[in-house]
């Protein structure tokens, strides 16, 4: 992901959240990013425009009632400070009660 001055995002295989992540789909294209000070502070990140959808290794089992991937999606990303007061984004996966959390990276050099 990549997050531009102005406003417009990067996505590249970026999983779905809460219940979404079951379903196996990474979604990439471009869209738009907000900070915000909703419940903390909080990156809002949506896809306008999806350009590819790849499945997660090992792929889920899809049933016949699995939905479609998204043309378009949300996330909200919390952000956070490590242990080196060095940001950290995450959002919540699976079910939310249990509090399983992704946690975005930085490639280095970037």
Same mark, same amino acid.
């Given at each position: 992901?990549?997050l $531009?001055?102005? +406003?417009?995002a990067? *996505?590249e295989k970026l999983?779905?959240?809460?219940?979404?992540?079951?379903? +196996?789909w990474?979604l990439?294209g471009?869209?738009t990013w907000q900070?915000?000070?909703?419940? +903390?502070?909080v990156? $809002?990140?949506?896809l306008?425009? /999806?350009? /590819?959808v790849?499945r997660r290794?090992?792929a889920?089992?899809?049933?016949?009632?699995t939905?479609?991937p998204p043309?378009? #999606?949300s996330?909200?990303? #919390?952000?956070d $400070?490590?242990?080196?007061?060095?940001l950290v984004l995450?959002?919540? #996966?699976g079910?939310?009660? *249990? +509090?399983?959390? #992704?946690?975005?990276t $930085?490639?280095?050099?970037?």
């Amino acid at each position: 992901m990549v997050l $531009r001055e102005d +406003g417009t995002a990067l *996505i590249e295989k970026l999983d779905g959240k809460c219940f979404d992540f079951e379903d +196996g789909w990474r979604l990439s294209g471009t869209g738009t990013w907000q900070l915000t000070d909703d419940d +903390g502070q909080v990156v $809002r990140l949506a896809l306008t425009t /999806r350009t /590819r959808v790849v499945r997660r290794l090992p792929a889920p089992v899809a049933s016949p009632s699995t939905p479609e991937p998204p043309s378009t #999606y949300s996330w909200f990303f #919390y952000a956070d $400070r490590d242990q080196h007061d060095g940001l950290v984004l995450f959002f919540m #996966y699976g079910d939310p009660d *249990i +509090g399983n959390t #992704y946690v975005l990276t $930085r490639e280095t050099g970037a």
